[in-house]
């Protein structure tokens, strides 16, 4: 007997899983199929990385049942503190008092866990893992997906969700604008003398800027961040041989003393930096999410929770649809998908480009421009609550499983 299913979604990450537990919430059904075993990703040490989870985010993980899961291990972001390298001239984005946090702090691994516990007691949730496919077919009346075991799966509707080398999207040719910064980021994390008070550090250099993100303290009581810190890429084989003590000394030396003495926390891990945008997310019974759509750089912490946005649109269009009596891969749902998420994605990866760019320009000149600006949004009440906006998520026309 054929098990056809509503979705067939390729790739569990952390797009691809969270879009099959929020599509069973709404009565759909799905196959994710992944290559990697869910015990590889969440080995310790495995994926070092930390997410920043806007308000919208949470209310998408709490209203598809995580938040028992995951609310003890997230920090809370009180403020966010943005400056060109440390020199006067930056901006405090901090909440009026009963406005609620900026968002919370999560290891990758802890919403891989949380997400892989709610999938394997979800029934809706068919899930493959350690399997690839090896032909993906789109036909009139459904999608079929053969894969490197032999079994076939069959749905509706195939999702592509595995990342930004995405083959499903390279073999439906949708094209997509992309550049590579030059740029590699090294991301590990660090405890520290003084306490966080749950502040984000952004701090600009036009080498590539440094984030310092908060997290837990852990369990003997010392301070935590995450660290994202960008090198121009010929200088990554340099910077990846340097000793710890080293590394250490040089982050000391651009962090004005704002957290002490500092000690590494985790191992040091990188990854290259580029840019993709696909204008066009949908094909017959063929839909795009996260980086699959459109990646980004890390400066803004926007990447994973653009996907969740990508999530929580597709899942509403998907139920109305079916609400109606209309296919799950009808080409005008997917469509409607399409053209809400056109604009926030396009204004995402665009404003995030930019503003690397306008801070990787050196010279004391365009220093000095940049926190002329800076020290007016500074002084700007209603931009800095339309930027703590944007951060939050909760600005545009938001699907009702990101609201509260």
Not at 21 to 40: M, W
Not at 192 to 197: F, G, N, Q, S, Y
Not at 230 to 258: N, P, W, Y
């Amino acid at each position: 007997m054929t098990d056809k299913r509503d979705l067939v979604i390729l790739g569990g990450g952390l797009v691809g899983m969270t879009l099959a537990l929020a599509a069973a919430r709404q009565g759909i059904t799905s196959h994710v199929i992944d290559k990697a075993l869910p015990e590889e990703l969440t080995a310790e040490g495995v994926d070092g990385r930390a997410s920043a989870i806007s308000t919208a985010s949470w209310n998408l993980f709490c209203n598809i049942g995580l938040e028992e899961r995951l609310a003890p291990l997230g920090c809370p972001i009180e403020a966010i503190a943005v400056t060109d390298a440390m020199r006067p001239g930056r901006i405090d984005f901090k909440p009026e008092p009963g406005d609620g946090t900026l968002g919370r702090m999560y290891a990758n691994r802890d919403i891989r866990i949380a997400l892989f516990e709610a999938a394997r007691a979800e029934p809706a949730i068919s899930w493959s893992s350690g399997v690839e496919p090896v032909t993906r077919e789109r036909g009139e009346h459904g999608v079929s997906v053969t894969l490197s075991d032999g079994r076939t799966v069959h749905g509706s509707v195939l999702i592509g969700a595995e990342g930004r080398q995405s083959p499903t999207r390279k073999e439906a040719g949708l094209s997509s604008a992309r550049w590579d910064y030059s740029h590699r980021a090294f991301v590990t994390a660090i405890t520290h003398e003084k306490p966080h008070d749950g502040v984000a550090w952004e701090i600009f250099y036009p080498a590539g800027p440094l984030a310092l993100l908060p997290l837990l303290d852990l369990p003997d009581g010392r301070h935590r961040s995450a660290v994202v810190w960008t090198f121009d890429e010929k200088d990554a084989a340099g910077v990846s041989a340097l000793s710890d003590a080293v590394f250490l000394g040089e982050m000391a030396s651009r962090l004005d003393g704002i957290f002490g003495r500092i000690e590494l926390a985790a191992p040091r891990m990188s990854y290259p930096l580029n840019f993709h945008h696909a204008p066009q997310i949908v094909e017959h019974r063929l839909a795009l999410v996260g980086d699959a759509a459109h990646g980004m750089h890390p400066i803004a912490g926007q990447g994973l929770n653009l996907g969740l946005r990508d999530v929580g649109a597709l899942v509403e269009v998907l139920a109305e649809g079916m609400r109606l009596g209309l296919d799950p891969g009808d080409a005008q749902v997917l469509a409607r998908y399409e053209r809400w998420r056109a604009l926030d994605n396009t204004t995402v990866v665009a404003t995030t480009d930019a503003i690397v760019r306008l801070f990787g320009v050196p010279g004391r000149l365009p220093s000095l421009v940049r926190r002329i600006g800076m020290a007016g949004v500074q002084r700007s009440g209603w931009l800095k609550r339309f930027f703590m906006d944007e951060a939050r998520g909760m600005s545009g026309d938001l699907p009702s499983l990101l609201r509260a």
